[in-house]
């Protein structure tokens, strides 16, 4: 299998724009842009790697990305992946990580680690949390135990895991609410970074090298999410993440937010896309100016038998695949593909046997890693456009939408010059 990692650099020039953090122990570099979409090819430098962006990033919410052993993870090229606050902090716990020496020894990858604060899990999956501006109280999903997530523990609990990348603490609302509900919480989010950030300054130890990323929010509406946008572009983070986006809302909406928010933050600074990952979407997000990605959907999908194809998602147990003795995907290089058929894989998905789990897993992961090898290419070749056109015509999405246009760079300039 051939990975992602050395591909040659996109241009010989220096940077286009940069930035730093942690005394440049992180540094991204902006190599190039679109001319006619918002594509940026970048590059992260971490003291753990480096990280070719735009990047999808696999989830291994519980310090394992499921089924998985992380040689295959990186296998599939990944340069980093995820994991969460939130379950960590309940099971195994804060203490026995450190104990540990830390996430990255204790789960044996040694690549970079975004943790994300948890935020979306205490508001979507615990019960009873009160929110005060003190932080948030809620019952564990697991035992109904008490506690409170603060934005100055937040970043305590992701530097004792030795996290590369943390994200701040902030108030996820449940959609549909009302504006004055959205614009509270997203207050609250920016007033939370700032704690978040004075935490960081005074409990981060000679050495660490972990960086924080605010999180920008403002529901479906368009002024709070630019007025949100040029607020975290003023605060003093590594990068900036879009988030509460791909929670139910139209395609459109979203990319409506998108435009509402990447011309506000900062040029020279990473921008990630929480909860981000069908392969229509990471086209989407790249036109919009998105550099990093993550989602469960590839190996969540691929536990229940579907697989990315370039024609769209297939579910390999259906019955159509019994008698296909060839690769799901002849395009495809990873083990799955070059070594098994559809038809030997349909076997296992019926059989239930735990091989078809980890190879479809395995496949969706190099699929949407060769996704982002392919948006790379396109942007250092300037053809962007028109390979996103070509991808997102033969890409069937589920529940066969029509696929939604790409922005221009020209329409958009105007519009906004408008609303100025
Ligand atoms: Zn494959």
Same mark, same amino acid.
């Given at each position: 299998?051939?990975?992602?990692?050395?591909?040659?650099?996109?241009?010989?020039? $220096?940077? @286009?724009?940069?930035?730093?953090?942690?005394?440049?122990?992180?540094?991204?570099?902006?190599?190039?842009?679109?001319?006619?979409? #918002?594509? /940026?090819?970048?590059?992260?430098?971490?003291? /753990?790697?480096?990280?070719?962006?735009? +990047?999808?990033? *696999?989830?291994?919410?519980?310090?394992?990305?499921?089924?998985?052993? *992380?040689?295959? +993870?990186?296998?599939?090229?990944?340069?980093?992946?995820?994991?969460?606050?939130?379950?960590?902090?309940?099971? $195994?716990? +804060?203490?026995?990580?450190?104990?540990?020496?830390?996430?990255?020894?204790?789960?044996?990858?040694?690549?970079?680690? @975004?943790?994300?604060?948890?935020?979306?899990? +205490?508001?979507?999956? %615990?019960?009873?949390?009160?929110?005060? &501006?003190?932080?948030?109280?809620?019952?564990?999903?697991?035992?109904?135990?008490? #506690?409170?997530?603060?934005?100055?523990?937040?970043?305590? @609990?992701?530097?004792?895991?030795?996290? !590369?990348?943390?994200?701040?603490?902030?108030?996820?609302?449940?959609? $549909?609410?009302?504006?004055?509900?959205?614009?509270?919480?997203?207050?609250?989010?920016?007033? #939370?970074?700032?704690?978040?950030?004075?935490?960081?300054? &005074?409990?981060?130890?000679?050495?660490?090298? %972990?960086?924080?990323?605010?999180?920008?929010?403002?529901?479906?509406?368009? !002024?709070?999410?630019?007025?949100?946008?040029?607020? @975290?572009?003023?605060?003093?983070?590594?990068?900036?993440?879009? =988030?509460?986006? %791909?929670?139910?809302?139209?395609? *459109?909406?979203?990319?409506?937010?998108?435009?509402?928010?990447? *011309?506000?933050?900062?040029?020279?600074?990473?921008?990630?896309?929480?909860?981000? =990952?069908?392969?229509?979407?990471? #086209?989407? =997000?790249?036109?919009?100016?998105?550099?990093?990605?993550?989602?469960?959907?590839?190996?969540?999908?691929?536990?229940?038998?579907?697989?990315?194809?370039?024609?769209?998602?297939?579910?390999?147990?259906?019955? %159509?695949?019994?008698?296909?003795?060839?690769?799901?995907?002849?395009?495809?290089?990873?083990?799955?593909?070059?070594?098994?058929?559809?038809?030997?894989?349909?076997?296992?998905?019926?059989?239930?046997?735990?091989?078809?789990?980890?190879?479809?897993?395995?496949?969706?992961?190099?699929?949407?890693?060769?996704?982002?090898? !392919?948006?790379?290419?396109?942007? &250092?070749?300037?053809?962007?456009?028109?390979?996103?056109?070509?991808?997102?015509?033969?890409?069937?999405?589920?529940?066969?939408?029509?696929?939604?246009?790409?922005?221009?760079?020209?329409?958009?300039?105007?519009?906004?010059?408008?609303?100025?």
């Amino acid at each position: 299998m051939t990975h992602s990692h050395g591909i040659a650099a996109p241009v010989d020039a $220096p940077p @286009l724009a940069s930035s730093q953090a942690v005394h440049r122990q992180f540094r991204f570099d902006l190599l190039r842009e679109d001319a006619s979409t #918002w594509a /940026r090819r970048g590059r992260i430098a971490t003291s /753990r790697g480096t990280i070719e962006t735009p +990047v999808f990033m *696999p989830v291994g919410t519980q310090a394992t990305v499921k089924t998985l052993h *992380p040689d295959e +993870v990186r296998a599939t090229g990944a340069e980093i992946i995820l994991a969460n606050t939130y379950h960590l902090m309940l099971r $195994p716990g +804060v203490n026995i990580l450190r104990d540990a020496g830390g996430l990255h020894r204790f789960m044996h990858w040694d690549g970079p680690i @975004l943790t994300d604060s948890g935020g979306f899990q +205490v508001f979507s999956l %615990s019960d009873q949390n009160t929110v005060t &501006e003190h932080g948030v109280t809620f019952a564990s999903h697991i035992d109904g135990s008490r #506690w409170t997530m603060t934005p100055e523990n937040v970043v305590e @609990l992701q530097l004792a895991f030795g996290s !590369d990348i943390m994200m701040q603490l902030d108030h996820v609302l449940g959609l $549909p609410a009302e504006r004055a509900a959205i614009q509270d919480a997203t207050e609250r989010s920016s007033r #939370w970074l700032e704690r978040a950030i004075a935490a960081l300054a &005074e409990q981060q130890m000679a050495g660490s090298a %972990s960086v924080l990323f605010g999180i920008q929010q403002g529901g479906m509406e368009p !002024d709070l999410r630019r007025e949100h946008a040029r607020r @975290l572009a003023g605060m003093d983070v590594a990068g900036c993440a879009v =988030g509460g986006l %791909s929670v139910g809302e139209p395609k *459109p909406v979203m990319h409506e937010m998108l435009e509402a928010s990447t *011309p506000y933050l900062p040029r020279e600074r990473p921008r990630y896309l929480m909860g981000v =990952g069908s392969p229509e979407d990471l #086209w989407h =997000g790249v036109a919009r100016g998105i550099d990093m990605f993550d989602c469960v959907l590839p190996t969540r999908l691929a536990r229940n038998a579907g697989m990315f194809t370039p024609d769209g998602r297939i579910t390999i147990s259906n019955a %159509s695949w019994r008698h296909e003795h060839r690769p799901v995907d002849e395009t495809c290089d990873c083990r799955a593909c070059t070594q098994f058929t559809a038809a030997y894989l349909h076997h296992l998905f019926r059989a239930n046997e735990i091989l078809g789990l980890r190879l479809a897993s395995e496949h969706n992961l190099r699929f949407l890693a060769r996704v982002m090898i !392919d948006i790379r290419h396109a942007i &250092e070749d300037g053809t962007f456009a028109g390979k996103a056109a070509a991808f997102l015509d033969r890409y069937r999405p589920v529940g066969g939408q029509a696929p939604a246009p790409l922005p221009s760079r020209s329409a958009a300039s105007s519009r906004e010059g408008d609303q100025e």
